[in-house]
């Protein structure tokens, strides 16, 4: 495919005509941009002198692709006045540097809207402009280690501890979370026509991928006593639970590791008789199967399902899969190997963009499909300045700067590496403000006030995705079955597993498999703006909810699809769970790497199958939530499109397909790509200034990967060990007469740290390439040093260093916020429930400074059933009656 010029590809999508100023220098920004670049919207990424640090990534010629690219000095006034002529003709920006770096260059809220007052403008930190957290670099590490999700996968290595995620989730959850702000806040424009101010943030975006941990955590704290939860896998290895068998993971009689997904009961049957254990479970032995009584039959079973998997080679296997709908099992795969699945290629998800610098680059196509196709063809990243001339010829004279906002004259925005999230954050910034609840002072209402979702789906990806407009505004009417969604039931606790996925939705209760229950839709179908369906493909048009069929209905209506595989082809007729599509994309072998090499003894299965399991099921961080943020964005390009006069025809997103995009840094391949960071054996992190170290007490992430970082943790560790030395001696003197062995014992082990911090000043470790290259001696030297202090005495001294180190949090994060006021405060909000009554939830994860956000509980299963139906319908008591007689509402 040939380089598309920038000129050729104008007015083409749905956000053709709108311009983005990008002055982002991580992922969470690459990844929000690309969306908006994908959609057709005019991208101009400004790099400082030298280019952007993501240009050293691997999945640059994909996250920098189609945008323009201009080189400006933000030391330079010149290019400072060139800046603001740029964003004063644009319609949005993008930063994910510091609050206080922002303000220093004059990109506050309050400069920006006198600047542009039709701006919107996107700020994408760490953990937040306020909060206890606020003041701490934003390295995507240090977010996850701090929230105690590193303490959640910690299955995924064998020793004792919490685990290095690798997989960029809170950049991903931060990108999407600005992608939906953004485009409310530009919804909202068309009718105020005035911009404002956006913000999100590493901590908040990851919390968007919890699915049910959140209620059952809290259920724990609540009533103690009303069950009891286990984990998947007990500290020896054995299974802790019944969740192991319908989400089984073992390696075929050939080698290749398989994850099943027979989460359903249905799915479950047909899986039990496919292993031939119907018989079996007859045997008083297994009494109250799948919840048995001892570890010991646990184990038994365990082992005799991962016999049944290997018994079979992967052919064999595949032609199960292909004969029988209601059982699926994905190989893991890993790296580029994601877009080798076969109903990725059936539906055009992998493409290959001729990339001027490096040739041919092989990497998913765009993330939202319509026609069968992707959105528009995907286009190669620019070179670094390649539009700069003709953007800074017109903007060489600048906009003028009002006295009064003038940026101050020093200092720049600060860029992390490109691998560890959003850039810095600091202090508040101006002019944000977060609403919960009805409108607040000063605030101009929701931004998705007046738009109506219709929601046909079951258990997480796709129905989360309409859960995140209704923190926005959106009504969402989901249409459930007259037991209610699955999800419901998930947990042994009422409405526990789907408390989260049904916030601030109303329920419906009714059949569509009746004439009548189908009519009622077509007539509710008139008052949607979005139709959202997730099932599996045919699944729509068999219930008569397909796009055809609603669209002759109500021709405007923005229609979304959103299965697991796909509305047709090889898999889009299978069930599609999140471990099985971690597996698919790539995300399991991304976090454990080297677990699926064993395949010899019982007991090597066993300790790989719980590492498997680990890296792609855990409740907080797996594909489910990737899917639904994805979603989400898509209903909202829809809406927004519809309103700008650029109306789609019907739109795919896929949970495989968002998968891919997820992880880019692993699926975009060309030659002489640089390599994709891997976490090391023992699951500490990348290398030895981006991993865990253990204290004196507790563990500390560090995160200090730049020269800049190296220079100024050499130096705050220099300083901690001439403190460290001198009171060292001081002890020694006054112990010396008394007690000459601990004296000498103290004397070594100042002389033991004064050396290892003297070797960090060894000119080998003055380049990236040298650290690179003594990596593990250099992790051997900041082990000594580390040791000496508690993670939380390092954490406060690195901090005031502005170096970025926080301690591991060994708790999950669900319990950390759940108990801790402050965080509760800052990241949650309250709601109310039927079940829950008044409680803490995870709060919205955007925040407006004109626009209000809303924070709402769940609802039981047709709660709305009635109301709905008579607003909407007009249908009386008499009628509602008959209905609900008939079995055709509940």
Not at 122 to 130: D, E, H, Q, R
Not at 291 to 301: D, I
Not at 692 to 708: K, N, V, W
Not at 863 to 881: Q, W
């Amino acid at each position: 495919m040939s380089p598309i010029p920038h000129d050729q590809a104008t007015g083409e999508g749905p956000l053709a005509g709108l311009s983005v100023v990008d002055l982002s220098t991580t992922m969470a920004g690459a990844f929000a941009t690309q969306f908006l670049a994908e959609a057709g919207a005019d991208v101009v990424l400004v790099e400082p002198p030298g280019g952007s640090p993501l240009r050293a990534e691997a999945a640059w010629p994909a996250v920098a692709g189609g945008k323009r690219s201009v080189v400006l000095d933000l030391h330079d006034p010149a290019d400072r006045a060139r800046l603001d002529g740029l964003t004063a003709g644009a319609d949005a920006l993008v930063t994910t540097m510091r609050p206080r770096a922002a303000e220093r260059l004059g990109l506050t809220a309050s400069r920006l809207g006198a600047l542009n007052p039709r701006l919107v403008s996107v700020a994408i930190t760490g953990w937040g402009s306020t909060g206890p957290w606020a003041d701490l670099k934003g390295y995507e590490g240090m977010v996850m280690a701090k929230l105690g999700l590193f303490h959640a996968k910690q299955g995924m290595v064998t020793r004792p501890g919490p685990a290095f995620v690798s997989v960029p989730f809170a950049s991903w959850g931060a990108a999407h979370s600005a992608v939906q702000g953004l485009l409310g806040a530009l919804l909202e424009r068309e009718s105020s026509g005035l911009g404002q101010h956006v913000e999100t943030d590493l901590v908040r975006g990851v919390l968007m991928l919890d699915t049910w941990a959140w209620f059952q955590r809290l259920v724990g704290l609540r009533w103690p006593d009303a069950y009891t939860t286990v984990d998947a896998a007990t500290s020896d290895g054995e299974p802790g639970g019944a969740l192991i068998y319908p989400l089984l993971v073992g390696p075929t009689k050939d080698g290749h590791w398989l994850q099943f997904a027979q989460v359903q009961p249905r799915l479950f049957g047909a899986m039990l008789h496919e292993f031939d254990m119907i018989e079996m479970l007859a045997d008083p032995k297994w009494k109250g199967f799948p919840f048995l009584e001892t570890p010991r039959l646990r184990t038994e079973l365990w082992e005799y399902m991962l016999a049944k998997v290997a018994s079979r080679t992967l052919a064999e296997w595949r032609h199960v899969f292909d004969t029988n709908p209601d059982i699926n099992a994905e190989i893991f795969r890993a790296g580029v190997g994601a877009l080798d699945h076969p109903q990725i290629r059936h539906d055009g998800r992998d493409a290959v963009v001729e990339d001027p610098e490096r040739g041919p680059v092989r990497r998913p196509s765009t993330l939202v499909h319509l026609d069968g196709g992707p959105l528009a063809a995907p286009r190669p990243a620019p070179r670094l300045d390649e539009h700069g001339p003709g953007l800074r010829a017109t903007h060489a004279a600048g906009t003028p700067t009002p006295a009064a906002i003038a940026p101050a004259e020093s200092g720049a925005a600060t860029s992390g590496a490109a691998t560890s999230g959003a850039a810095d954050s600091g202090a508040a910034e101006p002019g944000a403000v977060e609403a919960r609840g009805d409108e607040d002072a000063g605030l101009s209402g929701l931004p998705l006030a007046g738009l109506t979702v219709l929601e046909f789906g079951v258990m997480f990806a796709a129905p989360f995705g309409a859960t995140m407009l209704t923190d926005l505004g959106a009504r969402v009417i989901k249409v459930e079955s007259l037991e209610g969604d699955e999800i419901r039931r998930i947990l042994p606790f009422p409405e526990a597993g789907g408390a989260r996925v049904l916030q601030g939705k109303e329920s419906v209760a009714l059949d569509l498999g009746t004439d009548e229950g189908r009519r009622l839709v077509r007539r509710l179908v008139r008052h949607a703006d979005i139709v959202l369906q997730g099932f599996r493909a045919g699944a729509a048009e068999r219930a008569g909810i397909d796009a055809t069929t609603l669209r002759e209905i109500n021709p405007d209506l923005v229609y979304v699809n959103a299965p697991g595989y796909g509305t047709d082809g090889p898999f889009g007729h299978r069930p599609a769970y999140a471990p099985s599509i971690g597996a698919a994309i790539g995300l399991a072998l991304a976090e454990a790497p080297d677990a699926a090499g064993a395949t010899g003894t019982m007991r090597d299965v066993k300790l790989a199958a719980n590492r498997l399991f680990a890296a792609s099921a855990v409740l907080n961080l797996q594909a489910d939530g990737i899917a639904a943020l994805g979603v989400a964005s898509t209903m909202l390009l829809g809406a927004l499109a519809r309103r700008r006069g650029r109306p789609l025809p019907p739109v795919t997103v896929t949970m495989l397909g968002t998968g891919t995009h997820a992880l880019l840094d692993r699926v975009v391949d060309y030659a002489g790509r640089p390599a994709s960071p891997t976490v090391d054996p023992d699951g500490n992190g990348f290398h030895a200034l981006y991993r865990m170290y253990p204290t004196a007490r507790g563990l500390l992430f560090l995160a200090a990967p730049s020269d800049r970082q190296w220079r100024e943790l050499a130096a705050a560790l220099a300083d901690a060990a001439s403190a460290d030395t001198a009171s060292a001696d001081t002890a020694s003197a006054d112990t010396a007469s008394a007690d000459t062995a601990s004296a000498d014992t103290a004397s070594a082990a100042g002389a033991g740290l004064a050396d290892a911090v003297a070797a960090l000043g060894d000119d080998g470790y003055a380049t990236a390439a040298g650290r690179a290259a003594r990596d593990a001696e250099l992790a051997a030297l900041l082990a000594t040093i580390l040791a000496t202090r508690a993670a939380a005495d390092w954490e406060r001294l690195l901090t005031a260093a502005d170096v970025g180190a926080v301690e591991v949090a060994e708790v999950a994060p669900e319990q950390l916020l759940l108990t801790d006021d402050t965080l509760g405060a800052e990241y949650g909000a309250q709601a109310e429930s039927p079940v829950f009554e008044e409680h803490l939830r995870i709060g919205p994860p955007v925040r407006f400074s004109r626009s209000a956000t809303q924070a709402r509980g769940g609802c039981l299963t047709g709660a709305h059933t009635d109301a709905v139906l008579r607003e909407l319908l007009g249908l009386g008591d008499a009628e509602l009656a008959r209905l609900r007689e008939a079995k055709v509402i509940g």
